[in-house]
């Protein structure tokens, strides 16, 4: 089983649509979880950070549940400009050294 | 400010040469990470460095290695490269160990192996 999993994808939506995420892992010791989004041929950037309690950023929602070992993007009212590759993130300690690891992404169209 | 920058862009080599990737953290930031992107897959892991010191290990072989700098910049090396090590070489900074806080990458060097 692949350390990091999110939905195959690709997910093809019309503007305005809402349109969810969904990322499992497997280390149940894994302590920092975010989300990216990486366009087409550049690098990843931050989307949000991912915490306990749920939090929001306009039309970006991400939660987790640490005992499912599950996290989640939910995008509202979807634009054009939202699609791209979003990638789930988790920070896998293991003693003194962290490994990061990113799942495969899932790629997002959003259509006119 | 400016942001992450990785040097150079793209690169050519032959299998079997070496070669070493460099990258400039954003000012402030004292972790650098490096990472190996295929295409169609999410980045991989290969190393973090904080401090100069080695803090996190992906599962690549000893043909990669890095270190940083006292100013906090960073070199990937590869030896022997093989055709398999065509990627997309990522560096990514942040202001402390790499897992704990939000990472700004730079845009990569792709580099192509023949």
């Known amino acids: 089983r692949k350390e990091v999993e999110q939905d195959p994808g690709p997910f093809n939506v019309p503007e305005g649509a809402t349109v969810a995420f969904n990322c499992t892992y497997s280390n149940s010791a894994s302590q920092s979880f975010f989300w990216y989004r990486q366009d087409c041929r550049k690098e990843p950037k931050l989307l949000m950070s991912v915490y306990s309690s749920g939090n929001e950023d306009g039309r970006f929602t991400a939660q987790l549940n640490r005992a499912s070992q599950y996290i989640s993007l939910l995008i509202r009212d979807s634009k054009l400009s939202d699609s791209a590759t979003y990638l789930c993130?988790?920070?896998?300690?293991?003693?003194?050294?962290?490994?990061?690891?990113f799942g495969p992404g899932t790629s997002l169209s959003v259509i006119p | 400010d400016a942001g992450v920058t990785q040097s150079p862009t793209h690169l050519i080599k032959t299998r079997g040469q070496h070669v070493t990737l460099r990258c400039s953290p954003i000012?402030?930031?004292?972790?650098v990470s490096w990472y190996q992107q295929v295409l169609g897959q999410g980045p991989q892991f290969i190393f973090q460095?904080?401090?100069?010191?080695?803090?996190g290990r992906g599962n690549f072989p000893d043909r990669f290695s890095a270190r940083q700098f006292p100013n906090y910049s960073s070199e990937l090396n590869v030896n022997a490269l093989l055709l398999g090590d065509s990627a997309l070489y990522l560096c990514?900074?942040?202001?402390?160990?790499?897992?704990?806080?939000?990472?700004?990458f730079g845009p990569g060097t792709r580099l192509t192996v023949t």
């Open positions: 460095y904080y401090e100069k010191e080695e803090r």
């Open positions: 993130v988790v920070n896998a300690r293991r003693t003194s050294y962290d490994k990061v690891i």
């Open positions: 000012s402030g930031h004292k972790s």
């Open positions: 990514a900074s942040s202001l402390s160990v790499a897992g704990s806080y939000e990472q700004y």
